[in-house]
């Protein structure tokens, strides 16, 4: 009903009341799994004190919690624990991905993680370091206030709501994952099939093979 | 006036010897002790066991590591955790190494004598195509975990181990054993198979049975 036709003085009074009030007392889930979560720590702590941003109650409880904090890299075996955790938040929720690990894999281009956990659960905002200084990590959550300052009833259906047929599948499909996986970077010169990629590059000592 | 910004120096303070030098006539050889020191256990074991010892070296100044057959390796170490003279009761790690390139894998026992306070590095050498070897479990209990983990990351079967199943990595893993040479770094199976696995993992996987009836109702 609201929203039928466009904005009108009710619904965007409403929206301001509403996304005030949820974006001043977003109750954090912190999902630390490395280094990452130490500065997470920090800046809960009195010296960056994300309480200022009416965050100050860490729910370490899913089921009471706004936002999810993915600190530190988070490895296949993870993957499941970290989908489930997700989906018994109670809607409206938000997902940050802190540090490279947990935003792309980061340096560990392995057989083991899970390369960016926007492949299990859907992110919000991403917050690039190694780790993330808390300013960061409150720069990141300010953003996700600003986002929730732009949401409006009307749209919220198709903004945040998710569908819950879709828990526990992934976030990504087949595809999408896939294209993460080309032999990259300077980490090996190894693919799945071979173990060996060839290239011109001459042998150093240091290299590996297989 | 004193001389500030200097304490004042005891008589006999360790400061003294430090600044002057050390007691050693210059000139003389410094001898380290435990590079030249024969270890007490292997001529104890190449005298019970013989050619089930196969040879004997010293790494890194003071690690002594023995060879030993892989077929009689839980007999060896029994009789060194119990025999009065060697005792060794902790079994400080289990682990293996594979050097590449379809060189035998070795197993690795890192022996502690508590009462003899003397380490001892026991190896067995498995070829590639046959890695089986006896569980010591019955010998010390917490070689349970870590020959699970060898058996996770390597493939080495422990026989008469009393719960052999993957401890790292996921139970219904089907990549093969990720630390031996010839596994690419990524794994076998494309990223999105990866996760799709890793998503459809079972809870139930994690625990064996007994352990999921802990703290049910009867």
Redesign the interface.
């Known amino acids: 009903m609201l929203g039928v036709g466009g904005p009108t003085f009710l619904t965007t009074k409403l929206d301001f009341v509403i996304n005030w009030a949820r974006r001043n007392s977003l109750w954090p889930m912190p999902f630390g799994t490395a280094c990452c979560a130490v500065e997470m720590m920090a800046a809960a702590a009195s010296n960056f004190d994300i309480a200022r941003f009416g965050m100050e109650r860490m729910a370490f409880n899913p089921r009471q919690a706004d936002v999810l904090i993915c600190a530190g890299r988070v490895p296949?075996?993870l993957?499941?624990m970290l989908?489930r955790i997700w989906d018994q938040m109670p809607q409206p929720k938000w997902c940050v991905s802190m540090g490279a690990c947990a935003s792309t894999g980061g340096v560990f281009?392995?057989?083991?993680m899970?390369?960016g956990i926007d492949?299990?659960v859907p992110v919000d905002v991403y917050i690039p370091g190694c780790p993330p200084r808390p300013e960061a990590l409150l720069y990141g959550l300010l953003m996700i206030q600003e986002k929730i300052r732009e949401e409006s009833l009307g749209r919220h259906g198709a903004l945040r709501a998710e569908n819950p047929l879709r828990a526990?599948?992934?976030n990504?499909t087949?595809?999408q994952?896939?294209g993460?996986?080309g032999p990259f970077g300077n980490?090996?010169r190894?693919?799945?099939?071979?173990?060996l990629v060839r290239t011109d590059r001459p042998d150093r000592p240091g290299d590996?093979?297989? | 006036m004193t001389d500030q910004g200097k304490a004042p120096a005891r008589p006999g303070s360790a400061l003294d010897t430090v600044e002057a030098g050390p007691a050693v006539a210059p000139g003389l050889p410094v001898r380290l002790a435990a590079a030249t020191t024969p270890h007490p256990s292997v001529d104890a074991l190449r005298a019970r066991f013989g050619s089930a010892i196969h040879h004997y070296e010293v790494s890194a100044g003071d690690q002594h590591v023995v060879y030993v057959d892989a077929a009689k390796n839980r007999e060896i170490l029994g009789w060194l955790k119990d025999y009065p003279t060697q005792h060794y009761d902790l079994l400080a790690d289990v682990t293996a190494v594979d050097f590449?390139e379809r060189r035998p894998l070795q197993v690795v026992y890192q022996l502690w004598s508590i009462p003899h306070r003397r380490a001892l590095r026991v190896k067995c050498e498995l070829p590639l195509t046959a890695l089986e070897i006896d569980s010591v479990e019955p010998l010390w209990k917490t070689a349970n975990w870590l020959e699970r983990e060898v058996y996770d990351l390597f493939g080495i079967e422990f026989g008469g181990h009393p719960d052999l199943r993957r401890i790292?990595?996921?139970e219904n893993y089907a990549?093969g054993h990720?630390l031996r040479?010839?596994?690419?770094?990524?794994?076998?199976?494309?990223?999105?198979?990866?996760?799709?696995?890793?998503?459809?993992?079972d809870?139930h996987d994690h625990y064996i049975p007994s352990e999921l009836e802990v703290g049910r109702e009867p």
């Open positions: 296949y075996k993957a499941p989908r281009d392995t057989y083991s899970v390369q492949t299990i526990g599948v992934p990504a087949a595809e994952v896939a993460l996986t980490s090996t190894q693919n799945r099939l071979s173990g590996r093979k297989p | 590449g790292l990595m996921p990549e990720p040479k010839d596994f690419p770094l990524r794994g076998r199976f494309s990223r999105a198979e990866q996760t799709r696995r890793a998503l459809s993992q809870v």
